[in-house]
T-cell receptor, first 111, second 113 residues
Framework: GQQVMQIPQYQHVQEGEDFTTYCNSS?????IQWYKQRPGGHPVFLIQ?????EVKKQKRLTFQFGEAKKNSSLHITATQTTDVGTYFC???????????FGAGTRLFVKA | DTEVTQTPKHLVMGMTNKKSLKCEQH?????MYWYKQKAKKPPELMFV???????INESVPSRFSPECPNSSLLNLHLHALQPEDSALYLC????????????FGPGTRLTVT
């Protein structure tokens, strides 16, 4: 069945350092979504990528969707303590009916 | 209004109890979801309702029974749960099934004793 792998599992950074999380699928995706879950909170939608090779930016966050639509990344420039949380990618198979969440990457930022 | 509400926030129940979780949205979304989330794990899809009809049941045990009374409400009826069912239960909604972002509620923290 469809699987969405996400690495790393954890990342500890010093405030001001950059951070990247990667997502890989065994099958071609129709889209990839990214969510952020703060400690004790619920997932909050960040962005959706649909096109092959698409790149989108939200302030310090840069999202990419691979050319083959099988991988994606989220890059945060100059992390801040407010970036703390778990970042999930979520992908939907081409022709599939459900969105599968990656395992998530927990980001810890030390001030 | 982009909010999904869930009640109760916390629930403690015994294995012989019957309880219900409630979810509500007023965004006009036609797809609604139940997820189960264990600590340090991703949300795990349980059920999907599309236009008030059950669209996906991820082989969830029958002690969990979903209900969609109307397009704004989603319930999850619980009966004879096991301690391993303790988790955060998240409700979400989206414009419809398909390539649309999901809006999550704050969740119900369930403890089964």
């Amino acid at each position: 069945g469809q699987q969405v792998m996400q690495i790393p599992q954890y990342q500890h950074v010093q405030e001001g350092e950059d951070f990247t999380t990667y997502c890989n699928s065994s099958t071609t995706l129709s889209n990839i979504q990214w969510y952020k879950q703060r400690p004790g909170g619920h997932p909050v939608f960040l962005i959706q990528l649909v096109k092959s090779g698409e790149v989108k930016k939200q302030k310090r966050l840069t999202f990419q969707f691979g050319e083959a639509k099988k991988n994606s990344s989220l890059h945060i420039t100059a992390t801040q303590t407010t970036d703390v949380g778990t970042y999930f990618c979520a992908g939907r198979n081409t022709g599939g009916f459900k969105t599968i969440f990656g395992a998530g990457t927990r980001l810890f930022v030390k001030a | 209004d982009t909010e999904v509400t869930q009640t109760p926030k916390h629930l403690v129940m015994g294995m012989t109890n019957k309880k219900s979780l409630k979810c509500e949205q007023h965004m006009g979304h036609r797809a609604m979801y139940w997820y189960k989330q264990k600590a340090k794990k991703p949300p795990e899809l349980m059920f999907v309702y599309s236009y008030e009809k059950l669209s996906i049941n991820e082989s969830v045990p029958s002690r969990f029974s979903p209900e969609c009374p109307n397009s704004s409400l989603l319930n999850l009826h619980l009966h004879a749960l096991q301690p391993e069912d303790s988790a955060l239960y998240l409700c979400a909604s989206s414009q419809s099934e398909g390539d649309y972002e999901q809006y999550f509620g704050p969740g119900t923290r369930l403890t089964v004793t």
